[in-house]
């Protein structure tokens, strides 16, 4: 199945807000509202961040916010912040399987 | 709380075989999808199946239909991702995820396990 497409790269000072979108098609995105967000820093697991377009699991910092208009999603990092340099990966249902499907993935990057 | 602990890294010859592990701990492993994500290098996220322990349903992605084996060993709490014939395209690190606790999303995940396939 065809990734979700998100940019590959974002870059924002510490304090600004950034915001990556995530553009899919009526079969997934603008068809459900089953968008997540995984944040995944070198080495590591990815980390769910945003679950069903924009709700935050427990623990994780109001900093971070979802939402979605049409077949496109978008998380917004406000307060940016030096720890919040990693990559970005949307994931959503898709009606094509019941895997669902994800992003490419984004590039944060902290300047 | 919840862990899945993934067996540790492989370094394999084109054509054999091998089989990883993920290990569920601290919920039911019979209730939850348990899905495989390969990541190659320097790459994104794909997913390659998943599967419920409780009765072995199992789903593949097509790309990896046929390619590679997902089973579930309900006694011990471990899901296993198994390759008959590896070639040097299986080079990644792969994933465990466990399915919750949200509807859909994949709020729990392995430590990842790289294997490595050279000649």
């Known amino acids: 199945q065809s990734a979700l497409t998100q940019p590959a790269s974002v870059s924002g000072s510490p304090g600004q807000s950034i915001t990556i979108s995530c553009t899919g098609t009526s079969s997934d995105v603008g068809g459900y509202n089953y968008v997540s967000w995984y944040q995944q820093h070198p080495g590591k697991a990815p980390k769910l961040m945003i679950y069903e377009v924009r709700n935050r699991p427990s623990g994780v910092s109001n900093r971070f916010s979802g939402s979605k208009s049409g077949n496109t999603a978008s998380l917004t990092i406000s307060g940016l912040q030096a720890e919040d340099e990693a990559d970005y990966y949307c994931s959503s249902y898709t009606s094509s399987n019941t895997l669902g499907v994800f992003g490419g993935g984004t590039k944060v990057t902290v300047l | 709380e919840v862990q899945l602990v993934q067996s540790g890294a492989e370094v394999k010859k084109p054509g054999e075989s091998l089989k990883i592990s993920c290990k569920g701990s601290?919920?039911?492993?019979?209730?939850?999808?348990i899905g495989w994500v390969r990541q190659m290098p320097g790459k994104g996220l794909e997913w390659m199946g998943i599967?419920?322990?409780?009765?072995?349903?199992?789903r593949y992605s097509p790309s990896f239909q046929g390619q590679v084996t997902i089973s579930a060993d309900k006694s011990i709490s471990t899901a296993y991702l198994q390759w008959s014939t590896l070639k040097a395209s299986d080079t990644a690190m792969y994933y465990c995820?466990?399915?919750?606790?949200?509807?859909?999303?994949?709020?729990?995940w392995g430590q990842g396990t790289l294997v490595t396939v050279s000649s």
């Open positions: 995820a466990r399915q919750g606790p949200y509807s859909s999303s994949w709020g729990y």
């Open positions: 599967i419920y322990p409780g009765d072995s349903d199992t």
């Open positions: 601290g919920y039911s492993f019979t209730t939850n999808w």
